[in-house]
């Protein structure tokens, strides 16, 4: 079945720094999310993005299709970025989306 | 904007009893999904219906039954729940042709 890796599984950051959220995956993707998930919160999605760039403010979010593998990249870190990122997938056609085991962000003050 | 909506938030419950969770999509979407959240947080799919028909059931106890009246509604029954069975259970929905997913707030399952 599909796989999703994700890296690193923590990171810790001071305010102002930038960060780099990994995600590979185990088929080709025809479905690529990235979700934030602050502590006792809902699901919130960042990007839909099976491939290419996409930005929005801070973050952005870029798919390498055949290299199977996303990134998700937060510049100038602030505190209210804590939280959990994850990325889903699929493949094909089927109704299985498939999540990371996440990256946990701390942004220290 | 909050368009995917689940009741109770909450249900603290004692081990052999029955739970029952709703949920409700108000996007037109034809794909709902449950979706189980560990202590981890670990997110593992447990069912997924499109157009009323259930299409994935992943490896999960039979004790867990999800029930569909309409595409916009997508319920969960737990029979005899056990302690493993404590965790967030979140529902979600997509259409066909834009496939993003939106999830509910989730609904926090205790078994004492």
């Known amino acids: 079945g599909q796989q999703v890796q994700q890296s690193p599984a923590s990171l810790v950051l001071q305010e102002g720094e930038n960060a780099e959220l990994q995600c590979n995956f185990s088929?080709?993707?025809?479905?690529l999310q990235w979700f934030y998930q602050h502590p006792g919160g809902r699901l919130v999605s960042l990007f839909y993005?099976?491939?290419g760039t996409k930005h929005t403010g801070r973050l952005t979010s870029t798919t390498v299709t055949n290299e199977r593998r996303s990134s998700l990249h937060i510049s100038s870190s602030q505190t209210t970025d804590s939280g959990t990122y994850f990325c889903?997938?699929?493949?094909?056609?089927?109704?299985?989306?498939?999540f990371g085991k996440g990256t946990s962000l701390v942004v220290h003050p | 904007e909050t368009a995917v909506f689940q009741t109770p938030n909450y249900h603290v419950t004692q081990v052999g009893n029955e739970v029952s969770f709703n949920c409700k999509q108000t996007?037109?979407?034809?794909?709902m999904y449950w979706y189980k959240q560990d202590s981890k947080k670990l997110l593992k799919i447990m069912f997924s219906?499109?157009?009323?028909?259930?299409?994935v059931n992943e490896t999960v106890p039979r004790r867990f039954s999800p029930q569909s009246s309409d595409k916009a509604h997508l319920n969960l029954r737990i029979k005899s729940v056990e302690p493993e069975d404590s965790a967030v259970y979140l529902c979600?929905?997509?259409?066909?042709?834009?496939?993003?997913?939106?999830f509910g707030a989730g609904t926090r399952l205790s078994v004492l």
């Open positions: 979600a929905s997509s259409s066909r042709d834009r496939n993003t997913l939106y």
């Open positions: 088929s080709t993707a025809t479905r």
């Open positions: 993005n099976p491939s």
């Open positions: 889903a997938m699929a493949s094909g056609g089927n109704y299985k989306p498939t």
């Open positions: 996007l037109g979407h034809d794909t």
């Open positions: 219906y499109n157009n009323k028909q259930l299409i």
